[in-house]
């Protein structure tokens, strides 16, 4: 590790450092069950899988602890409580549980900053800036991302936003030798922790997969990984989805719903950005992902069909685009 490298870990070390003390690492060590939204209807579903299906070497079945028995882990993502069933064997139940939620913010905030950092510390600081602010939205409690909805019981929407913003990174920004297989492993992730952010990224994901290039017998090798780690819940998940049932709700109709007051100053920045950028830069600006993310989002939320997809929980990547797209 050279100098610049063993300096930028030691300010990245002391920032998340900075981060656990502020999520109470003191209290999620304390035996304890978290509450608060869905926080608690994920408790019963978690220690199933960790007692019942991980110890049985599955990652889903039939559980009866509630009313006549129902399908754990066919509809629902098995990556979180995975994580809790990892961490069981050395810490309680309660702390491992609450330990994967921390992870979920840490991780959030670290994927963010990787998509900002340019391999010095300004870009280092403003990263974990972006990230910190997304984290601290608080204009929304359920939709999904920030630490509002991730301790309301969001946390598996927070782990897929995390890896699918880390899929684009390796396939991007980084200088690793085997990046493409990297983000493989986290679109896969992605989808395995919850299905709508994957959908999202999906999208630009082939469309930087494609622009890759990397050799065709290392795209096939990245895709196959891909199919290996989600064939799984996959097959479970398609070939019920007759079972499952409708949770959409009523659709937002309005622009107030979708731009919050917390990012409407970003929002304003980011149009005067990208209309004094020169001309060559629009074109490319257009094709970043953070514009994907405000645009995609933008027209879901307005005309998106009506179905499982409930618009509001597109507001997380409009909120995320912006504040990509300033930083």
Known sequence: MNLKSYSTTITNSILFSILLIFLRIDLVFSDSLPTGGDMGAHIVPTKFFVSELFSNFKISGWSN??????????FYFPLPPFIVAVLSPVFPFGIAFKIMVVISLVLLVFSIQKLIFEENKISLHLGFAAGLLFLLTESFTIFGGNLASSLAGQYSFTYSLAFGNLSIYFLTKSNLKNSLYYSSICISFCILSHIIPFIIFIPIYSFYFLQNR???LNKFSSFLIFVFLTIRFSISLFTNLEYTTNMTYSPYRNISDLIKPDILPLLLLSIVFLFSSQSKNIVKNFFSL???LILSSFLLFFYGPEGALWNGRVVPFFMLGTILFVF
């Open 65 to 74: 602890d509630w009313f006549a028995g129902y399908p754990a882990y066919y």
């Open 214 to 216: 990397s050799s065709i």
């Open 290 to 292: 953070e514009v994907y």
